[in-house]
């Protein structure tokens, strides 16, 4: 049975938990190539996955440089206000892609998605902005939030929330944040969140780390995926491991909301009675 993952101390300064883990050895954080090459073929005995994230209202600018796949997944803010004109534009760019399966989990600036959010706390300048059950326009993609989708075999979960304070979906770190990791099921082959767990593409302006440790904990002592693609941090997309999960932070936009970054991609075999025709 799994271990039983209880909230870190100290988990409201990552900074001081990566100097103690990471910087130490205690635990591992392993920069590698990306898992697949553009010019890779698409193999029949695997599911290509693409992977973006961090568009913010850029998507269109990107469209002729993502390569086709089994499944896209954007791992959120694909917006920066939530607001109805955007999800429109959104939903119209991510209709023109070829792929068979399109899966977005919503990130922090998908204002209104969010019904449990307390919009008071919100800062100035998006007071007023974001649309109710917005995830409801995209007609185009599947939105996963606190929930597992599984195709051609391969389980796929995703969850929006996180610890930045003053948007949607966000919970504070330690309990509030840990039960929603909580929800994650065992036997998850591909974990899509918007943040990232600590030590793994989540250094903010090379001072901060904006990782969450109990993400990590879940990650590392339960679930077990086999792949964890996130954003967020937009300086910091890549690849990592642990030498079990690979970590993806596929952000594609730079601090100054420009398209920098190409998608990442990565292969998951096909599991014994599955096909994809």
Same mark, same amino acid.
């Given at each position: 049975?799994?271990?039983?993952?209880?909230?870190?101390p100290f988990s409201n300064d990552p900074n001081r938990l990566w100097k103690e883990w990471f /910087?130490? @050895? $205690?635990?591992?954080?392993?920069?590698?190539?990306?898992?697949?090459?553009?010019? =890779?073929?698409?193999?029949?005995?695997?599911?290509?996955?693409?992977?973006?994230s961090d568009t913010h209202e850029q998507l269109d600018k990107?469209?002729?440089?993502?390569?086709?796949?089994?499944?896209?997944?954007?791992?959120?803010?694909?917006?920066?206000?939530?607001?109805?004109?955007?999800?429109?534009?959104?939903?119209? /760019?991510? @209709? $023109?892609?070829?792929?068979?399966?399109?899966?977005?989990?919503?990130?922090?600036? =998908?204002?209104?998605?969010d019904e449990t959010e307390d919009q008071s706390q919100r800062e100035e300048k998006f007071q007023g902005h974001?649309?109710?059950?917005?995830?409801?326009?995209?007609?185009n993609c599947t939105v996963l939030h606190d929930k597992m989708i599984e195709i051609y075999g391969v389980k796929i979960y995703g969850t929006s929330w996180h610890p930045l304070?003053?948007?949607?979906?966000?919970?504070?770190?330690?309990?509030?944040?840990?039960?929603?990791?909580?929800?994650?099921p065992e036997g998850v082959d591909v974990l899509l969140t918007h943040t990232p767990p600590l030590g793994h593409g989540d250094l903010w302006k090379g001072e901060y780390r904006w990782g969450d440790v109990d993400l990590l904990n879940t990650i590392e002592h339960r679930v077990k995926p086999?792949?964890?693609v996130f954003g967020h941090v937009h300086e910091e997309t890549g690849v990592t491991t642990n030498d079990h999960t690979i970590f993806i932070n596929a952000a594609i936009c730079s601090h100054d909301l420009e398209v920098i970054n190409l998608p990442i991609l990565f292969d998951v075999p096909l599991k014994p009675g599955f096909t994809k025709s």
């Amino acid at each position: 049975m799994a271990s039983v993952v209880e909230a870190e101390p100290f988990s409201n300064d990552p900074n001081r938990l990566w100097k103690e883990w990471f /910087a130490s @050895g $205690k635990r591992i954080c392993k920069k590698i190539v990306a898992p697949v090459e553009f010019q =890779e073929p698409i193999h029949r005995d695997k599911v290509r996955f693409v992977c973006i994230s961090d568009t913010h209202e850029q998507l269109d600018k990107l469209l002729p440089h993502i390569p086709n796949g089994d499944v896209l997944v954007h791992c959120g803010d694909f917006t920066n206000t939530g607001d109805r004109e955007e999800l429109e534009e959104f939903n119209k /760019a991510i @209709g $023109k892609l070829p792929h068979p399966y399109k899966i977005v989990v919503a990130g922090n600036h =998908e204002l209104g998605f969010d019904e449990t959010e307390d919009q008071s706390q919100r800062e100035e300048k998006f007071q007023g902005h974001g649309t109710k059950e917005g995830y409801k326009l995209l007609t185009n993609c599947t939105v996963l939030h606190d929930k597992m989708i599984e195709i051609y075999g391969v389980k796929i979960y995703g969850t929006s929330w996180h610890p930045l304070e003053n948007f949607t979906y966000y919970r504070p770190r330690g309990n509030p944040l840990l039960d929603k990791w909580n929800l994650i099921p065992e036997g998850v082959d591909v974990l899509l969140t918007h943040t990232p767990p600590l030590g793994h593409g989540d250094l903010w302006k090379g001072e901060y780390r904006w990782g969450d440790v109990d993400l990590l904990n879940t990650i590392e002592h339960r679930v077990k995926p086999k792949f964890h693609v996130f954003g967020h941090v937009h300086e910091e997309t890549g690849v990592t491991t642990n030498d079990h999960t690979i970590f993806i932070n596929a952000a594609i936009c730079s601090h100054d909301l420009e398209v920098i970054n190409l998608p990442i991609l990565f292969d998951v075999p096909l599991k014994p009675g599955f096909t994809k025709s």
